[in-house]
């Protein structure tokens, strides 16, 4: 019988999974758009650009949000102790909500949450919208009704996902 992982081990999946996908995303879209603009010039950068640079903003704000964090606005700015800096979600994933975490604690972990729940939505549905339109960009004039209807349906979910997360 295996040992149950330990919190940390389990950071340091979420860790290395969060960061090689946000490399991957952050070279990939740059290298995307300049193999678009040197094998055709700016003639061949399509529609599908623009979900594609909208899903690398929106995955920056989760990946700052969820690991990085941000700087408290209750100390000093400019001074680079680790007290100046909190870290996301990750500080709190694992943690129960007991007397170990401070109300403070905790009600960071909920702002952070908050600001996640808004973002990932979109995320994903702008990824959902660059595939879509690179599929739009690939096949011939018959495959676009579905490919309109897909993109309806996306958008429906993205409204109500956002509409009735938040009644």
Request: with cysteine; glycine share 6%.
């Amino acid at each position: 019988m295996s040992e149950p992982r330990s919190l940390e081990e389990d950071r340091r999946n979420l860790d290395g999974s969060a960061i090689f996908t946000y490399i991957i995303v952050t070279i990939a879209v740059p290298c995307n758009i300049w193999c678009m603009v040197k094998a055709g010039g700016l003639r061949n950068v399509g529609i599908d650009v623009i979900p594609s640079v909208a899903a690398l903003f929106l995955a920056n704000g989760m990946f700052w949000i969820c690991i990085l964090g941000m700087w408290t606005y209750d100390l000093d700015p400019t001074s680079l102790s680790a007290e100046c800096f909190k870290l996301g979600l990750r500080q709190s994933l694992g943690k129960g909500a007991s007397a170990a975490v401070s109300p403070r604690e905790q009600g960071d972990f909920l702002k952070y949450l908050f600001a996640t729940s808004l973002i990932y939505p979109l995320t994903i549905a702008f990824i959902k919208f660059t595939i879509l339109a690179f599929y739009w960009r690939l096949f011939s004039v018959i495959a676009r009704n579905p490919l309109i209807i897909l993109t309806c349906l996306v958008f429906t979910w993205l409204i109500t996902l956002m509409r009735f997360s938040y009644l």
